[in-house]
């Protein structure tokens, strides 16, 4: 069976800077992939990458059967829309548009708008009732879920999150990581980047990265049991 | 259907975000737009009240029989001044038939013109008489003398004259003495049958001076549709005084354009200045919206529509308050009420809406954000 995600060789250089120096591995659809490393080791410059939001400066990164690193500005938007669901670190979400609007703003850049489906999607990660707060009146946990339920309106065919709980509690995180796991276990492929031994235990496989370099492929062991 | 909701959905949001900042171009759009409508409004108006007021200057417009050989003078018959009537031209003002005759008073040789006083004194007004004005075109008792004739003549107000041509002479009463700076101020001004009567030419005239409002060239208009009704006369517009009247007109047009330039300049660089530091805090926005999968034409479409928004807004309370400012600009400077004129409003919103996409260029840079750089905190 083909991968759904195919790295070969991937190489990013900013000046001088090698940030992914010849780094290659493949996920299979509904594989959750915990990418690990020390700072500076190039997880997010990969997740950029791979969600587009960056081109390779060498080597071939193959997505669904798209090779990014062909595509144009325009494509790579497309790409965007259609493929992937980002959760950042920070949130990102747009201040002035309440939760539900943040999410339909997903759907209005990918086709059409659906109230009841962003609805419905807020709902899932527990937000039902915070619809009309903005995210100034909701807290770092429930930003994070709408970040989440944003990054799935679409059914994007992977999800990418950076450090998805670096920024939230020990409560939130835990509930965070609950929804992951519930969207490995309807199947969703999933990457994260994360520092946390812990988050990168709940990962089928562990990439880890160093200076660049794709350092060990691993399988944790909580995944295997 | 959707998506042009959610579109007006994240406008009416755009709107609100920002209030200060946005209230801030809007202050500045609206400033110039109550400008730019204020001198629209008077520009519409100023020319109809100026060329109003020019008639007043005097005759524009000279209707006169070609010239004949040798000493007779080239006369018209008086009938002319019905043909005009006839035609009905709005734009005449007054018409004054002249009749000139050289008389003498004692020995003293001088020049008698006979004319309608009314239309005289409506093409005239600012013709300065000590003594009194006659006000009637039947008036065949009074004349008034010119300040340089009633200098030679030892004439004053209620001084009486007798005038003699030939055989015939006539006695009048000086009503007032007219000081013009023109050829007036030698001559005896008396009703046109009077002196017709005093030369033996009944029903005829040497000359009519109009007075036709209206620009240049509707003067111009005005002068072939009067030649084309009046063959055998020449008819000649008076070409320094519709010069100078266009010159005056093309002037207050002139600094009224270069005005609303300044102005809607001035407008731009406030909406510049808000809409720069707009543009700092949107891009975190943008970026993000670029990593969801927002093409750059449909993000900046937004945030033009935001602009082109405030600039309708600008335009409409601009307009409102330029039609205040328009009527104390005419109290002021015209001494009349000018009138609100509805098709200026269109032309202020459309050049609002102008000035504040123009302004809005640096957001149309948010374009080039890219969202890598903007999600990392760079």
Known sequence: MASLVHVDQLEKRFGEVRALDRVSFDVQAGEWIAIMGPSGSGKTTLINILGGLDQPSGGRVLVDGLDIGNLSERELTRYRADKIGFVFQQFHLVPYLTALENVMLAQYFHSITDEKEAADALARVGLGDRLEHVPGELSGGEQQRVAIARALINQPKVILADEPTGNLDEANEALVLKLLHELHESGHTILVVTHSQAIGNLADRRVELEHGRLARISVPSLAKE | ?378
């Open chain 2, 1 to 378: 259907m959707a998506s042009r909701s959610m579109f007006l959905r994240i406008l009416w949001k755009l709107l609100g975000a920002s209030r200060g900042r946005l209230a801030v171009a809007l202050i500045a759009l609206t400033s110039g737009a109550a400008v730019c409508s204020a001198l629209l409004n008077v520009n519409l108006d100023a020319e109809r009240k100026l060329t109003q007021e020019f008639r007043t200057l005097g005759a524009n417009v000279v209707i006169a029989p070609p010239p004949v050989s040798g000493n007779d003078a080239a006369l018209a018959d008086a009938a002319v001044m019905d043909r005009i009537a006839a035609m009905q031209v709005p734009q005449i003002v007054a018409t004054a038939p002249y009749l000139y005759v050289a008389a003498n008073s004692g020995t003293q040789p001088v020049i008698l013109a006979g004319t309608w006083f009314d239309q005289v004194a409506r093409m005239n007004s600012w013709w300065k008489i000590e003594g009194t004005r006659v006000a009637s075109r039947d008036d065949r008792e009074h004349c008034l003398v010119g300040i340089r004739a009633a200098r030679e003549l030892g004439l004053a107000p209620g001084s009486s004259v007798q005038l003699r041509s030939g055989e015939r002479t006539v006695s009048l009463t000086v009503a007032g003495i007219v000081a013009t700076g023109g050829a007036e101020d030698n001559q005896i001004l008396t009703n046109l049958e009077s002196a017709q009567t005093l030369a033996g030419l009944a029903g005829r005239v040497s000359l009519v001076q109009l007075s036709v409002s209206g620009t240049p060239s509707e003067i111009e208009a005005v002068t072939r549709r009067l030649s084309n009704n009046l063959p055998g006369l020449d008819v000649r517009p008076v070409r320094q005084i519709a010069a100078a009247e266009g010159t005056i007109l093309g002037r207050i047009q002139g600094l009224i354009f270069w005005t609303i330039v300044l102005i809607l300049i001035l407008s731009m660089l406030g909406v510049l200045a808000s809409m720069a530091a707009l543009a700092m805090e949107r891009r975190r926005d943008v970026g993000l919206m670029k990593a969801l999968g927002g093409t750059v034409p449909r993000i900046m479409r937004l945030f033009l529509a935001e602009a082109g928004t405030l600039g309708a807004l600008g335009g409409l309370f601009g307009f409102l308050a330029g039609v205040v400012l328009a009527r104390w600009i005419g109290e002021r400077v015209f001494g009349v009420v000018i009138s609100a004129r509805l098709e200026v409003l269109p032309i202020t919103i459309a050049l609002t809406v102008g000035v504040a996409l123009a302004g809005a260029f640096p957001l149309r840079l948010l374009g080039r954000v890219r969202p890598a750089e903007i999600l990392r905190g760079e």
